[in-house]
C-alpha cells in the first residue's frame, strides 16, 4: 500500500516497515524460544518437499494467467505498460502481496528447519537472499527472471556456503563472499542488458 498506492519509494517503505516489524517482533519475543509447533516441525521432515511443490505450482498457475505479462511489462518499463492500457498499480500491489505471502511461507519452513522461533534469525538472509536472486539471473530493476533462476542462484549460494564451511572458513569471510557474488552478479546482469540492448 505504501509502495503504490501512497507511491513511497518501495526501499523506504521496505525498510520502514521491516524497523516497525522487527521492534514489534524483539518485543514479543525478546531471545530464541522453542521447540516449534509439530505441525510446522514435520515441514522439515518427510513432509519438506511439499512446501515447495505448493509454491512452485503456485508460480507455475501465475505464469499462466495474463497477469504474468503485466508484470514483466511494468517491471521493464512501468511508463510504456501504463501506456499501453496496464493497471501498473494494480500489478505493483498484487506483486507486492504476493511477495509477502511468499515471504511469510520462506519464514514458517525457516522456523520448522531450525526447530524454534528466533527474533534475530531473519536480517542474516537478507544479503544472501538478494545474492541468490541477483546469480539466478533475476534483474533487480525488474521485468527478466522468475522462481527457477532464483531457486537456481539459491541452490549456488548454499553450495558455496556449504564448501566454505568445509573449510572453516569463518562468517565474515562468508559475508565478504555474498557480497563480491550480489556486486559480480549485478555488473554481469547491466552487461548482458546492454548487449541485448545494442543487438536489439
Same mark, same amino acid.
Given at each position: !500500500?505504501?509502495?503504490?498506492? &501512497?507511491?513511497?519509494?518501495?526501499?523506504?517503505?521496505? @525498510?520502514?516497515?521491516?524497523?516497525?516489524?522487527?521492534?514489534?517482533? @524483539?518485543?514479543?519475543?525478546?531471545?530464541?524460544?522453542?521447540?516449534?509447533?509439530?505441525?510446522?516441525? #514435520?515441514?522439515?521432515?518427510?513432509?519438506?518437499?511439499?512446501?515447495? #511443490?505448493?509454491? !512452485?505450482?503456485?508460480?507455475?498457475?501465475?505464469?499462466?494467467?495474463? +497477469?504474468?505479462?503485466? *508484470?514483466?511489462?511494468?517491471?521493464?518499463?512501468?511508463?510504456?505498460?501504463?501506456?499501453?492500457?496496464?493497471?501498473?498499480?494494480?500489478?505493483? !500491489?498484487?506483486?507486492?502481496?504476493?511477495?509477502?505471502?511468499?515471504?511469510?511461507?520462506?519464514?514458517?519452513?525457516?522456523?520448522?528447519?531450525?526447530?524454534?522461533?528466533?527474533?534475530?534469525?531473519?536480517?542474516? +538472509?537478507?544479503?544472501?537472499?538478494?545474492?541468490? &536472486?541477483? *546469480?539466478?539471473?533475476?534483474?533487480?530493476?525488474?521485468?527478466?527472471?522468475? *522462481?527457477?533462476?532464483?531457486?537456481?542462484?539459491?541452490?549456488?549460494?548454499?553450495?558455496?556456503?556449504?564448501?566454505?564451511?568445509? !573449510?572453516?572458513?569463518?562468517? +565474515?569471510?562468508?559475508?565478504?563472499? +555474498?557480497?563480491?557474488?550480489? &556486486?559480480?552478479? &549485478?555488473?554481469?546482469? #547491466? *552487461?548482458?542488458?546492454?548487449?541485448?540492448?545494442?543487438?536489439?
Amino acid at each position: !500500500f505504501l509502495a503504490t498506492v &501512497v507511491r513511497i519509494q518501495p526501499i523506504v517503505a521496505t @525498510l520502514g516497515t521491516y524497523l516497525i516489524l522487527t521492534g514489534m517482533t @524483539l518485543t514479543i519475543l525478546p531471545a530464541p524460544i522453542g521447540p516449534a509447533p509439530g505441525w510446522l516441525k #514435520a515441514m522439515a521432515g518427510p513432509w519438506s518437499a511439499l512446501p515447495l #511443490a505448493l509454491i !512452485f505450482l503456485f508460480w507455475w498457475l501465475v505464469r499462466q494467467t495474463p +497477469y504474468y505479462d503485466q *508484470l514483466m511489462a511494468v517491471g521493464s518499463d512501468d511508463r510504456a505498460a501504463y501506456t499501453a492500457g496496464v493497471p501498473v498499480t494494480k500489478v505493483r !500491489f498484487i506483486a507486492y502481496v504476493m511477495t509477502g505471502i511468499l515471504a511469510a511461507c520462506a519464514g514458517l519452513m525457516l522456523t520448522a528447519l531450525i526447530g524454534s522461533a528466533d527474533p534475530n534469525i531473519g536480517p542474516t +538472509y537478507t544479503l544472501i537472499a538478494i545474492a541468490a &536472486v541477483a *546469480l539466478g539471473g533475476v534483474s533487480l530493476a525488474g521485468g527478466r527472471g522468475g *522462481l527457477l533462476g532464483a531457486a537456481i542462484g539459491a541452490i549456488d549460494i548454499f553450495l558455496l556456503q556449504s564448501v566454505l564451511t568445509a !573449510f572453516n572458513v569463518s562468517t +565474515y569471510v562468508l559475508q565478504i563472499a +555474498y557480497g563480491v557474488i550480489l &556486486v559480480v552478479a &549485478v555488473i554481469m546482469t #547491466a *552487461l548482458q542488458e546492454r548487449l541485448s540492448g545494442r543487438k536489439g
